[in-house]
């Protein structure tokens, strides 16, 4: 069973730091893209930066230049550094992965979500 686990969130005032991370966890083959995902209430799940094996990168336009996304491929970890926070960060992030296993002679990829984690920036 694979799971992805996120930790780092939490309440900050406005122009303050965060860091989120997410670790896989399990039996898999390698991790392809990840990425992070955010809700606000009453609001649909919009990406906020992805990032792939590689190291490639892509941000929401709303957060490029404050936030930057990494990972550790040793550590089947993907980060998200989030600087400059606005009250319009609020909401609950959720990491995302592409996760490759072997099943019996054939590779497979699966999309995996993490829980959510909360974030709430203050004013």
């Known amino acids: 069973q694979v799971q992805l686990v996120e930790s780092g969130g939490g309440l900050v005032q406005a122009g303050g730091s965060l860091r989120l991370s997410c670790a896989a966890s399990?039996?898999?083959?390698?991790?392809?893209?990840m990425g992070w995902y955010r809700q606000a209430p009453g609001k649909q799940r919009e990406l906020v930066a992805g990032?792939?094996?590689?190291?490639?990168?892509n941000y929401a336009d709303s957060v490029k230049g404050r936030f930057t996304i990494s990972r550790d491929n040793a550590k089947n970890t993907v980060y998200l550094h989030m600087n400059t926070l606005k009250p319009e960060d609020t909401a609950v992030y959720y990491c995302?992965?592409?996760?490759?296993?072997?099943?019996?002679?054939?590779?497979?990829?699966?999309?995996?979500w993490g829980q959510g984690t909360q974030v709430t920036v203050s004013s």
């Open positions: 995302n992965a592409a996760v490759v296993s072997l099943s019996g002679t054939y590779y497979r990829q699966i999309e995996l």
């Open positions: 399990g039996s898999f083959f390698s991790i392809n893209a």
């Open positions: 990032i792939t094996r590689g190291g490639s990168t």
